[in-house]
């Protein structure tokens, strides 16, 4: 079972990827929105924003997100750490319902690039 700090690990890559997309996936990640990402196993929701194509983390709490961000990821903290490391195909792992992916409709459409 991945850790939080390994998770945490895991938003600075996912990060990092997204601030060197070019073209559409770029644009794609260029919004500004409040973002929070539940890790199920571990009971802990990192909270911050996607703006300017990064994820910025400004804080993590224990148990389900205190408000109800405009982008809402949960998952497992495993399938965060090999989404991120490649090993899990989001489009895969949403259909299955491993990962939950909650967003507006039109911000859902802007993100399908990036899955």
């Given at each position: 079972?991945?850790?939080t700090?390994?998770?945490?690990a895991?938003?600075?890559?996912?990060?990092?990827?997204?601030?060197?997309?070019?073209?559409?996936?770029?644009?794609?990640?260029?919004?500004?929105?409040?973002?929070?990402?539940?890790?199920?196993?571990?009971?802990?929701t990192?909270l911050?924003?996607l703006?300017n194509?990064?994820i910025?983390?400004?804080?993590?709490?224990?148990g389900?997100p205190p408000?109800?961000?405009?982008?809402?990821?949960?998952?497992?903290?495993?399938?965060?750490?090999?989404?991120?490391?490649g090993e899990?195909?989001f489009?895969?792992?949403?259909?299955?319902?491993?990962?939950?992916?909650?967003?507006?409709f039109?911000?859902?459409?802007?993100?399908?690039?990036l899955?």
């Open positions: 079972m991945a850790t700090e390994e998770c945490r895991a938003l600075d890559k996912l990060s990092d990827n997204l601030a060197r997309a070019e073209g559409d996936l770029h644009a794609a990640a260029a919004l500004d929105r409040s973002l929070s990402c539940h890790i199920t196993d571990l009971d802990v990192f911050g924003r703006r194509g990064r910025e983390v400004h804080d993590t709490v224990p389900a408000a109800r961000a405009q982008i809402r990821l949960a998952m497992a903290g495993d399938d965060l750490v090999a989404l991120v490391g899990l195909n489009a895969k792992a949403w259909a299955s319902g491993r990962v939950r992916l909650e967003a507006g039109r911000d859902l459409l802007r993100l399908r690039a899955l």
